[in-house]
Structures are given as C-alpha cells and as structure tokens.
C-alpha cells in the first residue's frame, strides 16, 4: 500500500491506451521508477548494526522493497484535483520481484545463478533512474548505479579467470568491495545473493554472477499487471541513465538511445532488425520480444570536425572475438554483457556523464545531457570538440542529427548549450 522511495524518470499511460494509442489526460497509470533509498527515513532509530553488520532482515528486506518501480492508477476529478484510483493495475515491482533475461545474454553462462542454474531468470530491478516507453504501450525502466547493492568479497580474484577480472573490475566491482548498503549480511539466501563471490563449485551453486544481472534496460507491462517483467538484453549493460525512442515510423526499425551516466563513458543506439508496424500497438512485452531482442548495439564516436560514426559492437566483427586482446568476447551476449569493453576496443568517445536525452518529434534530431566530469582534467582524460571543457562542472548538451534516417550509422554534431553558474 506504498510507491517506493526517491522517484526519478516517470512516464503517464492515458487509461484508453489499453485498446491503443491513449490520449485520456485525466485518468490513467503513472508509472515512476524507486531509484535509491535513504536508511534512516525508513527506519526510525537507523539501521540496526553489530560490529558494523546488518542485523535485522526485516530492515533490509524494507529496503530491497523500497527500491524499483511504482505503478498506480490516477484520475483527476471535476474539481482538478487527483486520485489514486484502488484497483488490480496498481503494483509494485521491487528489487526482489522474478524477471526474465531475454535477448542474446539469455542462458549465459555468465548469468547462472543459484536462483537461475540456466542463466534465463533473475530477481529485481534496482537503482533505476531515468527511463523510456515503447510505442506498443510497455514502460522501460533503466538500471543506473546498481553498485549501489552489490559487494566481492576479499580475496574473491584467486577463484576467477583473468577475463571475469577484467570485467569485473572495468565495471566498478573489484575484490574486496563492500556492499555499500551492507545487503549481503543478514542470514538467508535472498541476502548472500548481493554479494557476487564464489562459494560453490560451479555458478548453479553459488551467486557469483549475481552482478552480471544487473545493468539491464527492464520491460514492464504496466496494464497487465499479471506479466512477469523482461529484462532485455540487446540494449547493452552499463549505467543505463534511460532509453530514448526515436518516434516510430511504419516500415523503419525501432531506434532508441542511451546513456551510460557514468564519468568517461558512452553514448549507445540500439536499432531493431524489425520494422515498426503500428497494429502492434498494445502488443505488450510480446512486441518487446519482437522488436527489442534482436538488433544491433552502437557505441557513439564524435570527432572533431563535427561529424560522428557509430561504431558496430557486434560479435565476429571489427575483432570483436574470442581473440581480442582487451577481452576475449566468447558470444554476442557476451558483447552486450560487456559492451563498455567491446566500445573501448572500439574507439567511441568518452563523454562527460552522459545522462539525461530525447528526440525532437518534429525534425528527428537528437539531444543529450553530459552532466558533468571533474576528471576532465586534459592530461590523463585529454579534452576534444565534443567534450570541450577542463574539469565541466556544470556540463553541456550535444545534440545531433543522424544521415540517412534514424537507423543511420553517421550523423552530424554540435555542442547544443553549455551550462554556466
């Protein structure tokens, strides 16, 4: 009977966009994500510690159920003011909810877990910040600083291979690192599983991938409140800031951008192999498997003179294989698994925090906020046209626009504004 805690991106489904389009702006469901907590809020006295531990399952387990997202249904009454309308689409989906792993990582052996021997399931979305929306009526909510829940235990290197350290550490999470919100103390294994070290004699015995789950764009149908969520893989894992749709036209792919908000990394398209068709509106996360499973995954590369290439992250192309010399990708989903290294061989262009973005509906240009980057600092993180400015406190917006429709694989750039104190 509560949303959860810290709201960030949000997005408005008319009611009547249950039978397609929707355009009711008095009733309908608000969906916002749950993106991070703050302990004493929730619990009146702190969080209960002995010798720095958590204690109290019960504390944490608010917490896990503080996190995801909140959909609830509101309708604005004739006085103007709004409701919240009980009934079966009001839901919450926490960061202990079952989901599914869909898309070229699906039964990874990357992603096997205890809960998942297979690597095809996972439990909970988290740390969701910005988000998107499909044009078949489904929500996608975006893991960002899911680092935030996980831990590696001490010592955890000497039982993996030299590419899981690569990884590992290329995505934030060395050995030895605790798990900031402490998580992974309390007895049970629901508890154990926020700390990705290895315990058993294989990943089906233990949560050693448990990180790897983590950092996915999220599907949710939020007028099938029966639907088990999706997480789908060919979006790429990263610091997803959220998921930008290019406006769908009959005939042409799905096109949606991300960001990956993070100090030095990248800007991300996915195209779809499929092609728009709008009488799949309100086809719910069976469009989702239609048109965001299969496609392909870009990093951005801005160059000086104000042009721009995306740069393919595909498996069996450009070196992206079991021989290259970075990090051997054994399979495409180990490429959008580790797409970060995969655009690091690459070349694409480091970015100031790439975070919040969207697409002008009227002449399909592209926009982009690089918040900020205080390691900017023009020796070690050398400046470019793209990313001008020493140190970027107070960041800027590029903007672009892509060559031959939004599927284009070359565009043209400029630095749209600076921000200024």
């Known amino acids: 009977e509560q949303v959860g805690m ?6 408005f489904f008319p009611i009547d966009g249950r039978h397609g389009g929707g355009r009711r702006s008095n009733h309908g469901l608000l969906v916002f994500n749950n ?22 399952a019960e504390e944490v387990r608010k917490e896990i159920n503080a996190h995801g997202v909140t959909i609830v249904e509101v309708r604005r ?15 919450r ?24 021997p297979n690597g095809t399931a996972t439990r909970g979305t988290q740390n969701n910040c910005a988000n998107g929306y499909t044009p078949w009526g489904t929500y996608l909510t975006c893991e960002e600083n899911y680092l935030n829940v996980i831990g590696r235990a001490a010592g955890d290197d000497e ?3 030299a590419s899981e350290i690569v990884a ?18 309390p007895d049970g294994e629901q508890y154990q599983r926020w ?37 789908r893989s060919a979006l790429g894992r990263f610091n997803h800031e959220g998921a930008w749709p290019a406006p769908a036209k009959a005939g ?33 996360t069976a469009m989702g498997a239609k048109y965001l499973d299969k496609g392909k995954l870009y990093a951005a590369k801005f160059n000086d003179d104000g042009t721009g290439q995306w740069l393919e992250l595909t498996h069996g192309k450009n070196g992206i294989d079991d021989k290259n010399t970075l990090y051997p990708f054994a399979d495409q989903g180990d490429v959008v698994m580790h797409c970060r290294l995969a655009a690091d061989f690459m070349g694409a262009t480091k970015m100031d925090r790439p975070e919040w973005g969207g697409v002008n509906p009227l002449n399909n240009e592209v926009y982009m906020t690089m918040t900020n980057n205080s390691q900017r600092d023009g020796e070690k993180m050398p400046l470019n046209a793209a990313n001008p400015r020493k140190g970027n406190t107070n960041g800027h917006i590029i903007r672009w626009k892509e060559n031959g429709g939004q599927a284009g694989t070359s565009f043209e750039w400029d630095v749209y504004l600076f921000g200024a104190r």
């Open 93 to 116: 989906i926490t960061a202990a909810t079952p989901m599914q792993m869909v898309g070229p990582a699906r039964g990874h052996a990357l992603l096997k877990t205890l809960h998942s």
């Open 35 to 56: 993106e991070y907590i703050d302990a004493p809020l929730l619990h009146p006295n702190g969080p209960t510690t002995l010798n720095g531990l958590r204690t109290s």
């Open 159 to 161: 039982q993996r291979s």
């Open 168 to 185: 590992l550490k290329r995505y934030g999470l060395p050995a030895g690192r605790k798990n900031p919100y402490g998580w992974d103390t």
């Open 6 to 11: 810290h709201h960030d991106g949000m997005h």
């Open 252 to 284: 042409e792919p799905i096109v949606i951008y991300s960001g990956d908000d993070a100090r030095n990394e990248y800007v991300f398209k996915f195209v779809s192999d499929a092609k728009w068709d709008p009488k799949d509106i309100n086809g719910g």
């Open 195 to 231: 700390n990705s070290k290895v315990s058993g004699a294989s990943a089906a015995e233990d949560h050693r991938n448990s990180f790897n789950t983590f950092g996915w764009v999220v599907e949710i149908d939020p007028f099938r409140p029966e639907s088990k969520p999706v997480k």
């Open 77 to 91: 009454d004739r006085f103007g003011d709004w409701q919240v309308v009980p009934g079966r689409y009001n839901r």
